[in-house]
């Protein structure tokens, strides 16, 4: 079973804040992913992590920043938030050998 | 360009009416298709991998069906506990193993 917690549940946010969103898997995969859920345009992936030390841009990385120092955290930055980045925002991660991705509850974030 | 559509984007049914969601992919070289149920305020929820044309799974009420162009998950007799958003995504061949959504179907089930 997919272990994946997220930190804050919610959020709101002054426009111009910095904020940090947490993503802690227990599977000791090494594939990580964020993505942003809106209203109208479905899940799309922000950024991304094959393995520890490595990360990628998906298809909506500007404005957001993340690491991966070890296996296990995998934080989403957004460094000066902006009104369209109200979102909901999902980490993700495969579980065992398979591709299946397991998601965590989500972070549902309002930047005002 | 990858793409995955969904149809339709919401559909109410009668409890026990059974009925079908499609999934229509374009995906250069498919890895798999990924089926999830959502529920309002959570995660999407694993369902189905499908991997190659002509692939079955089914769960409970719920059957999920793979063609070279498109999925269907099939509905039997759905009680209203099944209401939810399902979700259809695919992986890409040689993608860095991200998942292209759809935009979801939103099943009502009513008593």
């Known amino acids: 079973i997919a272990g994946i917690t997220q930190a804050p549940t919610s959020q709101i946010l002054a426009a111009g804040r910095r904020m940090t969103l947490r993503c802690t898997q227990d599977?000791?995969?090494?594939?990580m992913y964020w993505y942003r859920q809106d209203l109208g345009l479905g899940l799309r992936l922000i950024h991304y992590?094959?393995?520890?030390?490595?990360?990628g841009k998906g298809e909506v990385p500007d404005g957001y920043s993340v690491s991966r120092a070890n296996t296990d955290d995998f934080p989403l930055t957004l460094a000066s938030a902006v009104p369209s980045q109200t979102s909901v925002y999902f980490c993700?991660?495969?579980?065992?050998?398979?591709?299946?991705?397991?998601f965590g509850p989500g972070t549902r974030l309002t930047v005002l | 360009e990858d793409q995955v559509t969904q149809s339709p984007e919401a559909l109410r049914l009668q409890e026990g009416e059974s009925s079908s969601l499609n999934c229509s992919y374009t995906?250069?070289?498919?890895?798999?298709l990924f089926w999830y149920r959502q529920d309002p305020g959570k995660g999407p929820e694993f369902l189905f991998t499908?991997?190659?044309a002509g692939e079955e799974k089914e769960k409970e009420r719920l059957k999920a069906t793979l063609t070279k162009k498109e999925s269907f998950l099939h509905i039997t007799a759905p009680k209203p506990e099944d209401s939810a958003t399902y979700l259809c995504?695919?992986?890409?061949?040689?993608?860095?193993?991200?998942?292209?959504f759809g935009k979801g179907t939103k099943l009502s089930v009513k008593p």
């Open positions: 993700a991660s495969p579980s065992g050998n398979s591709d299946t991705q397991y």
């Open positions: 599977m000791r995969h090494n594939a």
């Open positions: 992590s094959n393995t520890a030390g490595t990360t």
């Open positions: 995906v250069s070289g498919l890895r798999g």
């Open positions: 499908l991997y190659s």
């Open positions: 995504a695919v992986q890409a061949g040689g993608s860095q193993g991200n998942l292209i």
